[in-house]
């Protein structure tokens, strides 16, 4: 669980320059194989799948999820003629910057490499990725979260760049102790938040409520989705959408701003050594985190266990049910694959049938995208300890059915996260102000993206 966290944190720091190449790759088009290789223009039978997938064959799948050779392994069970070599090539920027040397080589490339959704639209620039439309049945879509299967088409809706393997809907985990010892009630509002968060911090000022991080544009970016904000899109073609100072984006700036400027808040950078020490000495009394969340704070504060309690994400209008997601991946395809058939039964097989899906819901800790394994009573019904019995993974569960679906990304997402650092984060460091800082970050993608080609949206 702590290489998948510490790769989430990594992600962030991606530079430019890994921006730029994937702009300049070239499409890769299949070459011929055992199970035919080529683009397709219409569905695959099952006949040709039956047929492919008794075909001795040999694939290569990157991925950096610690011990999913449990779940290849089952998947080699079911089709005993396959056979899968898993590779970590490393994480965050050495596992894309692989990926994509290898593409632009025009060799080493993988049949089916893990990609997080905000990079998907990325690869697909480039016509890097094979669309799995023609391979999976037509209904497929319908067994994973709407809002999670949203994030894995293509702008248009009309292809599947990769299919769903975990996600990250956002909820609110605090220490039950703390907020109780200073007479604390768990806000359920933004403003209830704020009231909380200046009023902790007062009654200890060696305690803060939360803690915002400069160097994590994956949480912010959340904040602003849940808002409401849709900073960021993609047409498909030539043109990009960057709104980063719409009235519910500077709303999260000011109120995140205002928090920062008051000492109300810390701002320690995240997946540090000082900030794991915080969670566990009880520096902050919460964290808005993840559904990967609660199992990595088992491991960063096990010396807390039973303090912690889980709930939903605090909402900007009273009563009302909103999430948003932070992280999250899939298995995509290349389309370089000599083997498209075999390998995009992989990616699919792997994060859709149950025993697998299941294992990396129970033993690897994935945060699941199947509504069969979110609803399976095995995932839903399991008290944690940690938590005081509570069964967090079935609230989590239900946060998840509360993310609205219309969030987009732009082509080069590993860049607008560097470019927010440079700005948004330095300015939650710096205790500046962050409305001004957005607006840095929107003329500096806006920038870039005109250098690349693109036409921004007005």
């Known amino acids: 669980m702590s290489r998948t966290i510490t790769w989430r944190r990594k992600a962030a720091g991606l530079t430019a320059g890994v921006a730029v190449a994937a702009l300049a790759l070239t499409a890769c088009s299949s070459g011929g194989g055992s199970d035919g290789g080529g683009e397709t223009t219409g569905p695959v039978s099952q006949a040709d799948i039956d047929e492919a997938m008794k075909t001795p064959t040999k694939l290569t799948f990157w991925t950096w999820v610690p011990d999913i050779e449990k779940e290849v392994k089952l998947f080699e069970d079911a089709y005993p003629a396959i056979d899968v070599e898993v590779v970590n090539v490393g994480q965050g920027a050495d596992h894309y910057q692989k990926l994509r ?173 000082a900030w794991y020490q915080g969670l566990a000495n009880g520096k902050y009394a919460s964290w808005v985190a993840a559904a990967w969340g609660p199992v990595f704070l088992q491991g960063t504060a096990a010396n807390t266990s039973g303090l912690w309690r889980a709930s939903t994400i605090p909402q900007w209008e009273d009563g009302a049910n909103v999430s948003a997601n932070w992280g999250g991946s899939s298995d995509a395809v290349l389309a370089s694959t000599k083997n498209p058939i075999a390998a995009s039964q992989l990616a699919l097989w792997i994060n859709h049938d149950k025993a697998s899906t299941m294992t990396m819901a129970t033993e690897q800790f994935l945060f699941p995208t199947t509504t069969e394994v979110l609803e399976d009573p095995q995932f839903a019904d399991e008290k944690s300890e940690f938590y005081g019995g509570q069964e967090v993974n079935k609230l989590f569960a239900e946060v998840s059915s509360t993310v609205e679906p219309d969030f987009g990304w732009l082509p080069f997402m590993d860049y607008a996260y560097s470019a927010g650092e440079e700005t948004v984060g330095k300015a939650i460091a710096d205790k500046t102000d962050l409305v001004e800082a957005m607006q840095a970050w929107q003329d500096k993608l806006t920038t870039y993206a005109e250098q690349q080609g693109f036409t921004v949206a007005d």
């Open 101 to 273: 040397s290898a593409l632009k080589a025009g060799e080493g490339a993988p049949d089916v490499a893990q990609v997080e959704f905000q990079h998907l639209s990325s690869f697909a620039l480039g016509d890097n990725l094979l669309d799995l439309t023609p391979y999976m049945p037509a209904d497929v879509g319908d067994d994973y979260v709407p809002w999670v299967w949203e994030q894995v088409k293509s702008t248009d809706g009309e292809k599947v760049w990769g299919v769903p393997q975990d996600s990250g809907p956002m909820g609110l985990l605090y220490r039950e102790d703390l907020l109780s010892q200073h007479g604390i009630e768990v806000p359920t509002t933004w403003d209830a938040f704020a009231q909380a968060a200046t009023d902790l911090h007062a009654k200890d000022p060696n305690l803060y409520l939360t803690n915002l991080p400069g160097n994590d544009m994956g949480q912010f970016t959340a904040l602003l989705w849940q808002a409401g904000a849709r900073p960021f899109g993609w047409d498909g073609k030539e043109t990009v959408t960057i709104d980063l100072m719409s009235d519910e984006a500077t709303q999260v700036a000011q109120y995140w701003g205002d928090l920062v400027a008051a000492d109300a808040v810390s701002v320690d950078p995240d997946f540090t050594d």
